[in-house]
């Protein structure tokens, strides 16, 4: 695997907005306005991605609609953290043969984490003739030039060999939200946990220039951003592989100093490279959102140690009662696996103990699912499938009653929210923490910041009312 950073030239973006040009024109020609469609799997840097490939289409003419039926390009921009990720992707892949004889010359993509799978490109070039082009993540910077192969030449494009991890500057984003904005300040990871693909499809860890971020979220808060999240698999080692003397908590720092009010938050958080530092700068400033992601992933220290993870279940448990007691009214997330093969009946009471003795706001739970070409993938994993189902329904019981109880606690008490749109009759507002509250009032509040005070809670979500 090649794991140096390569900086894509402007010279070299410039050539792919030449591309754009040429497709516009080819379209003008025709006197048609095509219509792209992107649907998104995964997490956020997807998302983020997403909006770059948007951006890019754009660019060469393209109308963004809503559904594939219709649409004259197709993206699928894929997830491959678990196979039922996969699955869900290639069902959804199959049903596009169906668009497209209906739609004679709809062109179809499949790029994100999936494409940097031999097995799926492979799978692809051999049982899926009517995907027009993969490409990985490596390669998002060439859309224009693979779309425009595509339709001048009329043949399938694969541009899916495991490049150095590449940084580009400057690729346009039609950012879907124009109160919110993720912003990716790195790309790639070197943590390699056992049971994680991402490090195989995306790379190695590499950061954007702090002066480049900087001058994004600037842009961004001008243009009107209410809420920036920084985006990372581990955001802690950001800056690690450019400079001795800056790092995340340095770069939040900086970022809260750009004047304005705004919130930020980040995600994710590695517990490896999280502590005092990074803490204490949240503590310290009231831009930045009193609210952290820290995957803990299991309970037990043994688990943690096959899993590739560099903490134990003490170290956690110190990280977190550190940053509890620096941020009182943390709001505290995480990621948890059950199931990781040969977890015990004992260790997994272990993640139930440390579930109970943290308190989290809400958990993203899930089953292992063994990732080919992973080292879990490997591992000796006697439990049967209904043991690992029953394990899981407990957890999510035990996570449940607390979720409940923390957003019950929560009534009678005024949180300064952003509110951020309408669902049906009510506005939308999200507490610092995070958290989704329903609330009567004008619409001409979206886009502003107000004391809501909550008057009702259910696991999921709390209702409120202005202050
Ligand atoms: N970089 C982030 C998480 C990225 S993936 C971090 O390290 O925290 C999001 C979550 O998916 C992980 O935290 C993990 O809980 C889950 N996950 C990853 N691979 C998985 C697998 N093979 N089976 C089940 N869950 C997995
Ligand atoms: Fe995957 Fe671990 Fe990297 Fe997160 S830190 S992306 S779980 S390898
Ligand atoms: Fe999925 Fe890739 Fe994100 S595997 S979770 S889309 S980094």
Same mark, same amino acid.
């Given at each position: ?389 029953? /394990?899981?329904? #407990? +957890?999510?019981?035990?996570? $449940?009653? *607390? ?8 009534? !009678?008490? @005024? ?19 995070? /958290?989704?509250? #329903? +609330?009567?009032?004008?619409? $001409?509040? *979206? ?8 008057? !009702?809670? @259910? ?9």
């Amino acid at each position: 695997m090649n794991t140096k950073t390569t900086v894509i030239s402007e010279e070299e973006l410039n050539k792919q907005f030449a591309f754009c040009d040429k497709i516009s024109a080819y379209w003008h020609d025709k006197n048609i306005t095509p219509v792209a469609y992107v649907e998104t799997y995964g997490c956020q840097q997807n998302e983020a991605e997403s909006e770059k490939l948007r951006g890019y289409l754009m660019q060469s003419g393209y109308a963004i609609g809503n559904e594939a039926e219709g649409a004259d390009v197709v993206i699928m921009n894929t997830c491959a953290i678990r196979e039922h990720a996969e699955q869900r992707v290639f069902g959804n892949l199959g049903a596009l043969t169906h668009t497209k004889r209906r739609h004679q010359g709809q062109k179809v993509f499949l790029c994100g984490c999936m494409a940097g799978e031999t097995k799926v490109s492979d799978r692809i070039k051999k049982s899926y003739p009517h995907v027009d082009g993969v490409f990985s993540t490596h390669h998002l910077w060439q859309f224009p030039e693979i779309l425009w192969n595509v339709l001048s030449k009329g043949k399938r494009q694969f541009y899916i060999e495991d490049e150095p991890g590449s940084i580009a500057e400057g690729i346009p984003q039609a950012r879907d939200n124009t109160l919110k904005s993720w912003v990716s300040i790195m790309y790639g990871c070197n943590n390699f946990c056992t049971y994680c693909i991402v490090p195989y499809v995306r790379g190695r860890e590499r950061s954007r220039k702090k002066e480049d971020i900087l001058a994004e979220c600037r842009a961004l808060l001008e243009a009107g951003s209410k809420e920036i999240t920084l985006l990372g698999q581990n955001v802690n080692s950001y800056g690690k592989d450019l400079y001795d003397d800056f790092d995340f908590a340095d770069l939040l720092a900086a970022i809260a100093e750009i004047p304005g009010e705004f919130l930020i938050r980040f995600m994710t958080s590695h517990p490896r490279d999280a502590g005092k530092k990074l803490f204490d700068t949240m503590a310290a400033s009231p831009k930045i959102a009193k609210q952290l992601h820290l995957p803990f992933q299991s309970g037990s220290s043994r688990v943690l140690k096959a899993m590739n993870r560099h903490y134990d279940r003490e170290k956690y448990l110190e990280l977190v009662t550190y940053a509890k007691q620096v941020m009182p009214e943390l709001v505290l997330t995480s990621d948890v696996i059950v199931g990781f093969p040969g977890e015990t009946e004992e260790e997994f009471e272990q993640t139930i103990s440390l579930i109970e003795t943290v308190h989290y706001d809400s958990l993203f739970t899930f089953i292992f699912s063994p990732r080919p070409g992973t080292p879990a993938a490997n591992m000796e994993d006697p439990t049967p499938k209904e043991e690992k189902n029953r /394990r899981f329904d #407990r +957890l999510c019981a035990v996570q $449940n009653a *607390i979720s409940e109880q923390i957003h019950a606690n929560y009534i !009678g008490r @005024t949180f300064r929210c952003l509110i951020d749109g309408m669902d049906k009759d009510l506005l939308t507002a999200r507490t610092e923490g995070g /958290r989704l509250v #329903r +609330l009567e009032g004008d619409k $001409n509040l *979206i886009g502003t910041f107000a004391d809501v005070t909550i008057t !009702g809670s @259910t696991t999921w979500s709390l209702t409120g009312k202005l202050k």
